[in-house]
């Protein structure tokens, strides 16, 4: 990501096969989705780092035949940021993408993220 935050701690994707459900950078998809969110809370929000604290826990589901149609994928972070006014924050929290249907028309990939702590720096 050019011009983005820095990044830190990630798996590389080639060394991840299982999340090419997310596309071919899950790192940048996964970053693009973070900070879009924490922008609808507060429009000012600059982030300025993300670390992966270790690789995803990754859960898979099978159809009778074998195949994978559902897959979840948790990443353990901790966010950098300024808030709107200026205040810096560490976040950690844990960002999960839920796949289901995988594989067949009716796809769909949601996420969502829970935060365990949030400290003023």
Not at 7 to 14: R, S
Not at 47 to 58: A, H, I, K, N, Q
Not at 68 to 88: E, K, M, N, S, Y
């Amino acid at each position: 990501m050019t011009g983005g935050p820095e990044l830190y701690g990630f798996p590389p994707p080639a060394t991840l096969p299982d999340l090419r459900w997310l596309g071919p950078d899950y790192v940048s998809v996964l970053v693009h989705d973070l900070i879009r969110g924490l922008m609808r809370q507060d429009a000012g929000t600059r982030v300025m780092g993300v670390r992966c604290d270790g690789g995803p826990e990754l859960k898979a589901a099978v159809d009778p035949a074998g195949v994978i149609r559902a897959h979840d994928a948790c990443f353990p972070l901790q966010v950098f940021l300024q808030d709107g006014t200026g205040r810096p924050w560490r976040l950690r929290g844990r960002w999960t993408y839920c796949g289901r249907g995988l594989g067949t028309p009716g796809a769909s990939v949601t996420h969502s993220w829970r935060l365990l702590s949030a400290d003023g720096v």
